[in-house]
């Protein structure tokens, strides 16, 4: 469901920055039902490669494939196929939770029992209903990011991208996030997600990219991970990875 070949970006030189290359010729894959991690610092490449493949970001070189399109020569065919989120979703403070994710359903032309029906399922995968009519004002940290997820999700996408989507979170919100991802891979649904946080990544990931300096230096299960450098402990992997590397 995500195939992407050999993708690069390069940010060009400033009068006040250097030439930066954020992804380097990275490649890999994620299947259906299938949980993908990017693990790595900040400043690693991981929102770069996800905006790539969210197709808000155009490659330098190299491509990918989503839902069967191509990023480069299909990306609106991508981007219904496709729920993003951002680190930086803004949501419209007047509205409400309710209003604000009907209001996405309809710009991906959704309308009538469809319509409420994805919300309604949504609404209870997520513990939304406590707050669904209270503007998003007045939302704590934790009930903006399910509404992001939320509106992210509502056209009900086969691929869904999150980037860091537990950061800042509480532990409740942050497990119930953890639970509607792992609902997702039931449902057959193909979630590729960066992360900085090991547990996350050792509870949810089928398959786990440990990604450093734009490049992607180990790849594979938590089991494959773990036999390839003798311990159990992901953060000792990851040290490893990275520290050898650097």
Do not use: W
Not at 228 to 245: N, S
Request: charged share 25%; net charge neutral; aromatic share 6%.
């Amino acid at each position: 469901m995500i195939q992407a070949q050999k993708l690069s970006k390069v940010f060009p030189a400033t009068k006040k920055t250097k030439e930066v290359r954020a992804v380097n010729a990275i490649s890999f894959e994620c299947k259906p039902g299938q949980i993908y991690g990017l693990l790595g610092a900040n400043g690693a490449g991981k929102t770069t490669t996800l905006r790539i493949l969210a197709t808000i970001l155009e490659p330098t070189s190299g491509t990918a494939k989503v839902a069967g399109y191509d990023i480069v020569e299909e990306p609106e065919k991508v981007r219904e196929n496709v729920g993003f989120l951002s680190t930086s979703t803004a949501l419209y403070d007047r509205l409400t939770a309710r209003e604000l994710v009907e209001y996405f359903g309809r710009l991906h032309g959704m309308d009538g029992d469809a319509l409420h029906k994805s919300v309604e399922t949504l609404f209870a995968a997520l513990d939304m209903n406590g707050f669904r009519d209270r503007r998003c004002e007045k939302l704590s940290t934790g009930m903006k990011q399910k509404v992001s997820i939320a509106r992210t999700l509502v056209h009900d996408p086969p691929v869904m991208i999150f980037d860091e989507p537990t950061m800042g979170l509480d532990v409740m919100a942050a497990r119930a996030i953890a639970r509607f991802i792992r609902q997702c891979r039931e449902r057959g649904k193909t979630v590729i997600f960066s992360t900085h946080v090991m547990s996350e990544a050792t509870k949810l990931c089928d398959r786990i990219g440990i990604i450093h300096g734009g490049n992607i230096l180990e790849e594979g299960t938590l089991e494959e991970l773990r036999a390839r450098h003798a311990t159990q402990d992901l953060e000792d992997i990851f040290v490893k990875v990275v520290g050898d590397e650097q």
